[in-house]
């Protein structure tokens, strides 16, 4: 079977991306289906509907990577009803249309609490760049958790517009340091790099997402929500190849299994880590509600 996975934005993004690229990587190592990447298309809705109809005459399925997908995918699963389709962090569904979401938002909580715990200046932020649904998601998520952690705390929430440009990722992280941020959640790609460089500038920790970031530079991240979209993307194709389409979204996080976590660097506190255990397993068996939507105010540089 020719499965397309295609990815909006660049794929090694060291971010969202390149988990979901990992996943396809197993997916194409373990023989699952004939596996072709589709990147480096631009987020744009017609850039996207031009980018679809090339590629799908070719393949007998796709698999869309992202927030992204759920206007435009639904369109092309129509016009072709013959093949399969799938997104990652999707929330549509159809006759040939599957839809699989890692709770990002899961991992996101945790990050919130273990912010809240951490700030040495009762203010943290937050920046993202898209307003995808998992963004929002994840951005309604953080501050629940910093706000469940300390109920007094002050979230500078924002959305710069970007995935990839990272002078306004910069620029942004900046201001909300600038603004009394000791501690930022962020929810970006490649423009990440430029809310790390203003994290070193700033004297400000950083809690990144998707990858484990903790590893990778450990004097900026104090954390990493991790949020397993390889296993999504890996899950998604093989349903495909078996012709398993749920009729519902498929929902994986902290309830259905090692989904999403927490990773935390060796400077915090065995204390802090016990009480993000203990609000991890309670997401698990459903005594903490993890909530997906945020009407607060929004922080502008």
């Known amino acids: 079977m020719k499965i397309a996975v295609f990815f909006v934005g660049e794929v090694r993004d060291a971010g969202f991306n390149a988990s979901a690229l990992a996943g396809a990587d197993v997916a194409t190592a373990e023989g699952l289906a004939e596996i072709s990447i589709i990147s480096g298309v631009r987020y744009d809705q017609d850039a996207i509907r031009a980018r679809l109809a090339e590629v799908v005459p070719e393949v007998d399925g796709l698999v869309f990577i992202g927030g992204q997908g759920n206007i435009t995918t639904p369109e092309i699963a129509a016009q072709y009803p013959g093949k399969k389709f799938a997104i990652v962090q999707g929330q549509k569904t159809g006759p040939n249309l599957a839809s699989y979401d890692v709770l990002q938002e899961d991992s996101a909580f945790l990050a919130g609490a273990l912010a809240a715990r951490l700030t040495q200046s009762g203010t943290v932020g937050h920046l993202s760049g898209h307003r995808v649904p998992p963004g929002l998601k994840g951005r309604a998520a953080f501050v629940a ?36 941020a000791d501690i930022i959640f962020t929810m970006l790609n490649d423009a990440r790099s430029g809310a790390i460089e203003a994290c070193r500038e700033g004297r400000a920790r950083q809690i990144g997402n998707a990858m484990d970031w903790v590893e990778v530079d450990p004097e900026v991240f104090i954390a990493s929500a991790i949020a397993r979209i390889d296993l999504g993307v890996k899950g998604a194709i093989k349903d495909m190849v078996a012709g398993i389409i749920p009729d519902t ?16 660097g060796g400077d915090v506190l065995d204390v802090h880590k016990e009480y993000i255990a203990k609000i991890a397993q309670d997401i698990r068996n459903g005594t903490c509600t993890v909530p997906n939507t945020y009407d607060g105010p929004e922080f502008q540089p």
Request: with cysteine; proline share 4%; charged share 15%.
């Open 145 to 180: 958790g910093a706000r469940q952690a300390n109920p007094d705390i002050q979230v500078l929430t924002g959305f710069c517009g970007t995935q990839d440009d990272r002078t306004v990722t910069k620029a942004w992280a900046a201001a909300e340091i600038s603004a009394g």
């Open 249 to 264: 979204p498929v929902h994986l996080g902290l309830a259905q299994g090692d989904f999403a976590s927490l990773s935390m």
